[in-house]
């Protein structure tokens, strides 16, 4: 599985982006996908992930309600919309997949330790 990053780049604050991850292969529609981010002289930290049902989305709370995940199966992707971006967002973004996601049905949820697959990043930075 290959994961391939797009869409970064340079925004204002309170501006908005949207990222996307392209996979590879044909079960895409199996795994648990996730985005991450890493800035300058910080841990990889996990924004936000989407079940491989699609049903569920999970957020971590910096970004609650101003970014939105999403994938679309047919086009083996998923996406990271981010609006009101702030000053502390600038970061790598990484895709990850979790590809034995839906062993655990309706019960998955992101785990860091459990993604397997992961994408090379893009970049976010937002200027004042």
């Known amino acids: 599985v290959q994961l391939v990053e797009s869409g970064g780049g340079l925004v204002q604050t309170g501006g908005s982006l949207r990222l996307s991850c392209a996979a590879s292969?044909?079960?895409?529609?199996?795994?648990?996908m996730g985005w991450f981010r890493q800035a300058p002289g910080k841990e990889r930290e996990f924004v936000a992930a989407?079940?491989?049902?699609?049903?569920?989305?999970f957020y971590s709370d910096p970004v609650k309600g101003r970014f939105t995940v999403s994938r679309d199966d047919a086009k083996n992707s998923v996406y990271l919309q981010m609006n009101s971006l702030k000053a502390e967002d600038p970061a790598v973004y990484y895709c990850?997949?979790?590809?034995?996601?839906?062993?655990?049905?309706?019960?998955?949820?992101?785990?860091?330790?459990?993604?397997?697959?992961w994408g090379r990043g893009t970049h976010v930075h937002v200027s004042s």
């Open positions: 292969g044909d079960t895409f529609s199996n795994f648990g």
């Open positions: 990850a997949a979790d590809s034995k996601a839906i062993v655990l049905g309706t019960g998955w949820a992101p785990n860091g330790a459990l993604f397997d697959y």
């Open positions: 989407i079940s491989w049902s699609g049903a569920n989305t």
